[in-house]
Structure formats: C-alpha cells, structure tokens
C-alpha cells in the first residue's frame, strides 16, 4: 500500500541519491542484494543460536531488521539513480528483478528456519509474495507498464519485516534485562495455535498477497 506515497518520496529520493551518483546502478543493486542476504544469514543464525547466551538473539534480530531495512533502501536508489544518469535500459530492468526475486527467497528461506516463524507459514508467505511479483511483471509485459498497486508490495513487506525485528528486538531485550513483574510473552494464542508476531506478519503475507496477485491479474485481464 506504500506504493500510493512514491510521488510524495520522489523529492526525498532525489536528496538521498545525491551521494550515489557516481556509483553505477547495477553496483546498488548488487548492494541492495548483499544486505539481504546478509538479512537472511542473521535470520537463519538466530535458529542456530537459540541455545546460546541471551544478548545474542536481540542483537541479531536488531541486526537483521536493519539489514532488511537498508537492503530496501538500496533496492528504491538503484532505479532512482538509473533515472537521473539517463542509464536505464533493459539490461538493468532485469538485473534489478532477478536479484529482487532472489533476494525475496533467501530472506523467507532465513526466516523460516529463524525459529521465530512456523517453517509452512513463512513457505506460504514467500509463495504468495512471488505470486504478486509475478503478476505485476506480467502485467509489464503485456501492457508495457508495471502494476504495483495491491495490498502488499515490495516497500510494504521491508517495512513490516524491519519493524518487527526492531520490535522483537526490543521485545526480547525488555524481557532480558528489564526488571519487571510482567513478562511480555513472544507467542500469542490465535485459534488455539500459538504465534509470534512474525507469524502474524506471514500469516498477513499469505492473505495480502493472494489478494494482491488476483487484483493485478484481474486488472491486467481487463485491460487487454
């Protein structure tokens, strides 16, 4: 739904790219790739390590949540600064979403063995975020622009995955080192069945994201 505010970012994009002009956008691209990766790497440690001191798993969800976080902010300046140096071509255009799907599945691949989400549900959500990434390139093929209108695009899943390893983060530190009668639990009881709020934000995914595939695949159909 972040996709409604990209004229109001557009300014804001133009001061934050000033610094990376001189860099080729392929080199963003291939940053903003790096920092998920490395996203997914820190999600995966976390499910190595839950067996190991306490400081570690905040840390590493902090971590990840702003590897994630610049990762996106790479993937909005690699397009952006191609637009400015007047380089964009189709070479470009791919390399940007080959590495996002890629990128796409290595981050749910981390978090689905991160211990803090069902493995199904973060397989189901990495289905559906492919699905409505699928269906607006589709659409670029066939209508000759993209689709990025929906319940979930890209900007909307690395701002929800960023602010609930930040808030987990936090979460885990105030349970650690925070005197307090209260312990605030990580696991919350819906239906029965006991979820993080990583899996809250999966299980949003998985719904958000059929929705938004049909919704493009449904405008795209109407508009051939």
């Known amino acids: 739904m972040l996709e409604r505010y990209r004229e109001w970012a557009r300014p804001r994009l133009d001061r934050l790219s000033e610094p990376f002009l001189a860099f080729s956008p392929a080199s963003l691209s291939w940053t903003s790739f790096a920092l998920f990766a490395l996203a997914a790497a820190l999600f995966a440690l976390l499910g190595l390590l839950r067996a ?8 590493l969800l902090l971590a990840a949540g702003s590897a994630v976080f610049l990762g996106g902010v790479f993937d909005a300046l690699d397009g952006h600064v191609a637009r400015r140096r007047q380089v964009s071509s189709p070479r470009g255009d791919l390399l940007d979403h080959v590495l996002d799907r890629y990128a796409d599945v290595l981050l749910f691949l ?4 991160s211990g803090w989400a069902q493995p199904l549900l973060a397989l189901l959500a ?25 319940l979930l695009g890209r900007a909307d899943r690395i701002v929800l995955l960023s602010l609930v390893s930040w808030v987990l983060g936090v979460w885990v530190l105030l349970n650690l080192y925070v005197p307090s009668p209260v312990h605030l639990p990580y ?13 809250l934000v999966m ?15 449904r405008r795209t159909w109407r508009e051939l």
């Open 126 to 150: 990495l289905v559906s975020v492919l699905l409505a990434s699928y269906m607006g390139t589709q659409a670029q093929a066939l209508l000759g622009r993209r689709l990025y209108r929906g």
């Open 203 to 217: 299980l949003y995914f998985v719904l958000a994201g059929q929705l938004t595939a049909a919704y493009r695949a």
């Open 187 to 199: 696991r919350f009881l819906v239906g029965g069945v006991p979820l993080t709020p990583v899996d």
């Open 52 to 59: 190991a001191p306490p400081f570690v798993p905040p840390l």
């Open 110 to 113: 981390g978090i689905a063995v």
